[in-house]
């Protein structure tokens, strides 16, 4: 059989092989013990093949070590993987860690045997089941391939662990000991309750037996088995004879509670946004309530629940594991960014999204025209050019603010205010976001920022301020718009050289609505006069952010001509959103972070006039 997935393992080691110089550290990444899963058939324990041709190593060269098996962001990545190789049946990975301050005090702490634990993530290519002798279910993974290699809080592997000295240095042969006992196979992990629901509304599903079902065994507490016979006679019962549909559950990273938290966030998120198309590794958890969850997370730490109440259940997963929070901040982090992308941001239709790598000032520099091609006499002589340089200089600071979702609210499986708040957040970084720009276009009494050259954005140095205001309702607004025009056709470059601009947006406040679109309205004209000639030539764009109820501008395409520009920090664009269990807060905080600047870069893309009041 071959199926193409993503598993994660968990694997210990001690740090006797760290090179501190270097900042490698050699991981016996696999030895191949079993380790226990689930399915929709039950449990099983999977053993990977370390057999010549079994591990699939095209992806090492580069591969990244990982911080947990997050992939939500360049600082996720640790570090990378310099070699990997097979020795005396075990999987040999080599490591080395990066020179970030996070990455090195993660380092520090594997250097100094703090951090020991590792988690491969791998693909299962093929696979072989068979039941042994005590009739557990063993599935031998025969083919797989190697995609990542994650630091994690907790180990399972025994045998997988760092290089230590005595295992570089041949041992004397010694007598080949008596055959062991075939070892008894490790008893089946009893479910507890969340994982019996979960199983209750599979069935129900794969039967097409609805929720009301799953709610009815789920309330009487039945077992799986009781699920599974309740829902075959309901089929018998009922004549249902459609084919129960192919329900395809992946169990990637079952022992990865990091992942798993990732997954119960997006099912939470289903019940704010039920038009979400949900993932199916995510369809498991649809239902589970927040003590559900919980108590999962606690299970995958170790953790007993039973004898606790709902209330410290709830207290302990949020002060004993760091996953439960992540659930919660994966639901405010997609509430906040689809509430960030629906708002709307008119000035960035105008503007240029470009990204900073620190938060030191950007310089954008802007190089003037080309110099003009001249003949080659005939000796073959090339004469030299040049061209001419400009900058605007900027930066990148950092807003924000913290959500929080209190204990009680949790327990009490109550989320609407949560995400209530994390959309309006998300909407708030939007129109941070359109504040700024606009405060930017309309500082300095409206004439926009100071430039390099000690000028105003609009001056009359520059070509871009009208010298005649025009009211743009008025009879005139055809001729000021033709002024315009003239002038950003006639905008010189560096060189002295026009470079003409064309316009493409005209931008009006909201009081100037209705006449743009009569200004820009196509007609069908009786006679030449009454032709409208930027019918179709410009779009409007109408800022309610504006505070001159007269002023309007014309802007050239970002894309073809330097002016309004905005920047994020590279690797994170937009909101980004951190979780912790909270210590003033009874619960969790999210915290929301946006690293985010503006300027003028160039005011040849951009025209202004003051406008009248209209008689």
């Known amino acids: 059989m071959t199926v193409i997935d993503q598993n994660t393992r968990a694997l210990s080691f001690a740090p006797h092989s760290v090179d501190a110089k270097a900042r490698t550290v050699e991981l016996i990444a696999s030895t191949g013990a079993g380790v226990m899963r689930r399915d929709m058939e039950g449990d099983f324990a999977e053993v990977l093949s370390l057999a010549n041709g079994a591990v699939d190593l095209s992806r090492a060269d580069?591969?990244?070590?990982?911080?947990?098996?997050?992939q939500d962001g360049l600082d996720r990545v640790l570090g990378v993987v310099r070699a990997v190789r097979m020795e005396g049946g075990n999987l040999i990975v080599q490591v080395q860690f990066s020179e970030r301050p996070s990455a090195d005090a993660i380092f520090r702490d594997v250097a100094t045997g703090i951090i020991r634990n590792v988690s491969v993530g791998y693909g299962v290519i093929d696979f072989e089941d068979r039941l042994d002798p005590a009739g557990l279910r063993v599935r031998t993974v025969t083919k797989w391939a190697l995609h990542e290699v994650s630091l994690v809080p907790v180990g399972a592997d025994a045998g997988a662990k760092t290089r230590s000295p005595e295992m570089t240095t041949p041992a004397a042969p010694a007598p080949a000991p008596a055959p062991a006992p075939t070892p008894s196979p490790a008893p089946a992990p009893s479910m507890t309750r969340a994982q019996t629901n979960q199983e209750i509304r599979a069935?129900?599903?794969?039967?097409?037996?609805?929720?009301?079902?799953?709610?009815?065994?789920?309330?009487?507490?039945a077992t799986v088995d009781q699920a599974r016979a309740a829902a075959i006679e309901s089929v018998r019962q009922t004549g249902n004879r459609t084919t129960p549909q192919a329900r395809v559950t992946s169990i990637a990273n079952q022992d990865d509670p990091g992942q798993i938290a990732t997954r119960m966030g997006e099912a939470l998120y289903l019940r704010a946004n039920p038009r979400h198309q949900l993932s199916e590794q995510a369809r498991p958890f649809v239902g589970m309530t927040t003590l559900d969850m919980a108590r999962e997370m606690m299970r995958l730490r170790g953790l007993a629940t039973t004898g606790l109440s709902a209330a410290e259940t709830i207290t302990r997963a949020l002060n004993t594991t760091s996953d439960f929070p992540l659930i919660f901040a994966d639901t405010a982090n997609r509430t906040l960014r689809a509430a960030y992308q629906a708002a709307p941001a008119t000035l960035k239709a105008v503007a240029r999204q470009t990204t900073a790598r620190d938060f030191r000032a950007k310089t954008s520099i802007q190089l003037g025209e080309a110099p003009t091609l001249e003949k080659v006499n005939e000796a073959g002589e090339y004469k030299y050019g040049s061209m001419a340089e400009a900058a605007e200089t900027y930066k990148i600071d950092t807003f924000g603010k913290i959500v929080g979702l209190s204990r009680k609210a949790i327990v009490n499986d109550d989320l609407g205010a949560f995400t209530d708040l994390a959309g309006k957040m998300g909407a708030a970084a939007a129109d941070f976001e359109a504040q700024f720009l606009v405060d930017l276009l309309i500082t300095g009494s409206g004439l926009g920022p100071t430039m390099s050259d000690t000028k105003k954005l609009f001056h009359a140095d520059h070509g871009n301020l009208a010298a005649t205001a025009v009211d743009l309702a008025g009879a005139s607004a055809i001729d000021g718009l033709g002024a315009g025009r003239l002038a950003m056709r006639k905008q010189t470059g560096l060189s002295g050289k026009r470079i003409n601009v064309t316009p493409k947006f005209l931008v009006v406040p909201p009081e100037l609505e209705t006449a743009g679109e009569k200004l820009l309205a196509s007609i069908q004209a009786a006679t030449v006069d009454d032709v409208?000639?930027?019918?179709?030539?410009?779009?409007?764009?109408?800022e309610a952010r504006l505070t001159s109820a007269i002023r309007w501008y014309i802007a050239a395409d970002p894309a073809t001509f330097e002016g309004l520009e905005y920047a994020y920090l590279q690797g994170a664009e937009g909101p980004q959103t951190e979780t912790r269990a909270g210590f003033e807060v009874d619960g969790v905080e999210v915290k929301v972070r946006l690293d985010f600047g503006a300027a003028f870069t160039d005011y040849r893309g951009w025209y202004m006039n003051q406008g009248l009041v209209h008689s």
Not at 62 to 70: E, F, K, Q, V
């Open 62 to 70: 580069g591969m990244p070590l990982l911080d947990s098996h997050r």
């Open 203 to 221: 069935l129900a599903t794969t039967f097409n037996l609805g929720n009301d079902f799953a709610d009815q065994l789920i309330d009487s507490e």
């Open 532 to 542: 409208n000639p930027f019918s179709g030539k410009l779009q409007l764009l109408v």
